[in-house]
Structure formats: structure tokens, C-alpha cells
């Protein structure tokens, strides 16, 4: 099944496909539009089972768009995602044929309840997604879950904007030449839980892709192997939105404590930590147009 989700503000489609991933749809493919006029268009070129839109937006905004889409007698089951949520915006929505308005601040509950009708149980999705491979549930005692390939295929392809191919590969080191980007998780009372690496080329791919460079920024800073400082920053953003693979149902919060630099000295646990053996997954990432990388994600 596939979702389209259009907002003017990438940061918000980021947080509403987020959203939409811990409300247990995580099976569901994500398409993005910036208004409601490219919104129109990735209807008729997509077939989306469901929008999800924002209600202001230049071009046109999400009333018109869903106007537009019944006129025509499009009937894809329509939700305003939006910060506004009056009573009066509400009957317009309806009248105009949507079946929700979700206003923020939304949970992944809410999230649930208004996309069942139209993509059924995300629990029953989810047991299905478990039975191929999902990591298990937390429980008190455990390091704090590991996520599935799905799971980090899913993230890095809505906040990259493009395909994500991730598979199993190698141990991605630390230390040596170029060095790797090195990111410290911690729980809400600061002890240390996660310990994520991202190879040179990966954190050279991921931060031009998320910064809207073209490829050749993140080929300049393999060959040149001096991370610019926006790349290194955007790798980070990238690193900070993945605490969420962490935050299952029952297990502890974690946040994005620290990042290192490619050519930084790490902290001797933290070094410890990222050539754990164990509760472990390493990924081969390949971003499209842009080129491969590696991605090891310890918990403990």
C-alpha cells in the first residue's frame, strides 16, 4: 500500500511519515509532495491508497487540492495532517469529503485510530513484519531493541527523499583513515544505551542528500577525505532522527547525546562500545544516486 503525504515544510513530511511509522505502519510506502498543486499530480501519477495533506500551502493549498481531486471524481481516501484543528475547519473538511483532520501536536495513537478504516490493524501488520525478521519486544533488563533493516531501509528513504537499498555487510570500524562518524544514544536519566557508526562515505552521502546537494558534494569529500562542516552537520540531523529506531512501545526514550567527527579522537567507552561484538546489526547502505556506505547500530 502506498501513502502520499504533502506539506510545504520537508521537516514536517519528515515528522508525519515518523509519526506514521511508530503508529505501526511501517509496511506502508511513503511518496512526498511540497504543495497541494505537486499533490494533485502525484495522485494521478502514484495511485496512493491514502493522502495524508497539510491545509495551508502556496500553489494550493490542501482544501483546494482535495476540491479538486472530488470534482474530478477522484475518491482516494483524503486526512488533513495540520496545526489547526477548530471546529469550523473540521465540518469544512468533512463537507468537502475528507474522512480526518489529525491537528499537532499528534501522537502515533491518533495516527492509528484515524488510518485504520482505510489500512486496517497496524498491529496485525506489524505481527506479520515481526514474523520476517522484526526485532523482539523490550522487556526490563535487555538492551534497548535493535532495529530491523526495514525499519532503517524505511527511515533513511523518507528523510533522504530517495530509494534506499540496506542489507547485511561488514563491521564498520573506528578510528584510521578517513575515520568514521560515531553517534552516542543516552535514555532520559543520560546513561549511555546506543552506540551508532556511519562509515566516511555514508555520512558523506546521507548529509548531501538530506542538505539537497548534488552528488558531487559528497564525491568531492570522499576524494578530497575532509568532511565539510554542513555535511558533517547534516550527517548528524540524520543521526538524531534515527534515536527514533530505538523507541519501541515499553522500552527507554533515547536521544542523540553526542557525535563525533570523522577525524575526532573518541572517548575510550565510546570507542568500546562501537567494536562491541553481540547485540549488534551491520548494514551495507546504498542511497541512490549518491553511492554506498556502511552502518553499524550497537545497544547495550
Same mark, same amino acid.
Given at each position: 500500500?502506498?501513502? %502520499?503525504?504533502?506539506?510545504?515544510?520537508?521537516?514536517?513530511? *519528515?515528522?508525519?511519515?515518523?509519526?506514521?511509522?511508530?503508529? &505501526?505502519?511501517? +509496511?506502508?510506502? !511513503? !511518496? *512526498?509532495? #511540497?504543495? &497541494?498543486?505537486e499533490g494533485l499530480e502525484a495522485v494521478r501519477a502514484e495511485n496512493p491508497d491514502?493522502? %495524508?495533506s497539510d491545509w495551508n500551502m502556496p500553489e494550493r493549498t490542501?482544501? #483546494?487540492?482535495?476540491?479538486?481531486?472530488?470534482?474530478?471524481? #477522484?475518491? !482516494?481516501? =483524503?486526512? =488533513?495532517?495540520t496545526s489547526e484543528g477548530s471546529q469550523e475547519m473540521r465540518d469544512k473538511a468533512s463537507a468537502a469529503g475528507a474522512? =480526518?483532520?489529525? @491537528?499537532?501536536p499528534f501522537t502515533p495513537e491518533m495516527f492509528a485510530t484515524a488510518l485504520e478504516p482505510v489500512l486496517g490493524k497496524a498491529d496485525l501488520?506489524?505481527?506479520?513484519?515481526?514474523?520476517? &525478521?522484526?526485532?523482539?519486544? +523490550? $522487556? #526490563?533488563?535487555?538492551? $534497548?531493541?535493535?532495529?530491523?533493516? /526495514? @525499519?532503517v531501509r524505511n527511515l533513511l528513504s523518507d528523510l533522504l527523499n530517495r530509494d534506499v537499498d540496506v542489507a547485511p555487510g561488514p563491521e564498520v570500524p573506528v578510528g584510521g583513515a578517513p575515520g568514521s562518524t560515531v553517534a552516542l544514544y543516552v535514555d532520559d536519566k543520560l546513561k549511555s544505551a546506543a552506540v551508532a557508526v556511519m562509515s566516511y562515505d555514508l555520512a558523506a552521502h546521507a548529509?548531501?542528500?538530506?542538505? /539537497?546537494?548534488?552528488?558531487g558534494a559528497s564525491e568531492a569529500a570522499i576524494e578530497d577525505r575532509v568532511m565539510p562542516k554542513n555535511l558533517h552537520e547534516n550527517a548528524g540531523e540524520v543521526l538524531n532522527i534515527m534515536a527514533s529506531l530505538f523507541n519501541l512501545e515499553g522500552a527507554p526514550h533515547l536521544k542523540l547525546h553526542a557525535y563525533y567527527r570523522p577525524d575526532e579522537i573518541l572517548r575510550p567507552d565510546v570507542k568500546e562500545w562501537a567494536e562491541r561484538k553481540g547485540n549488534r546489526v551491520d548494514l551495507a547502505v546504498t542511497v541512490s544516486r549518491y553511492g554506498k556506505g556502511g552502518l553499524s547500530i550497537i545497544t547495550f
Open positions: 500500500m502506498k501513502a %502520499l503525504v504533502v506539506d510545504d515544510s520537508r521537516v514536517m513530511r *519528515q515528522i508525519v511519515i515518523r509519526t506514521l511509522r511508530q503508529a &505501526g505502519y511501517d +509496511w506502508v510506502d !511513503v !511518496v *512526498q509532495a #511540497e504543495n &497541494g498543486q491514502i493522502v %495524508l490542501g482544501y #483546494e487540492m482535495l476540491q479538486a481531486l472530488r470534482a474530478s471524481g #477522484e475518491t !482516494v481516501p =483524503f486526512g =488533513f495532517v474522512l =480526518f483532520l489529525i @491537528a499537532k501488520k506489524q505481527q506479520a513484519s515481526e514474523s520476517a &525478521g522484526a526485532a523482539v519486544q +523490550w $522487556s #526490563e533488563g535487555m538492551p $534497548s531493541p535493535l532495529p530491523t533493516n /526495514l @525499519a548529509g548531501a542528500a538530506i542538505g /539537497l546537494l548534488p552528488p
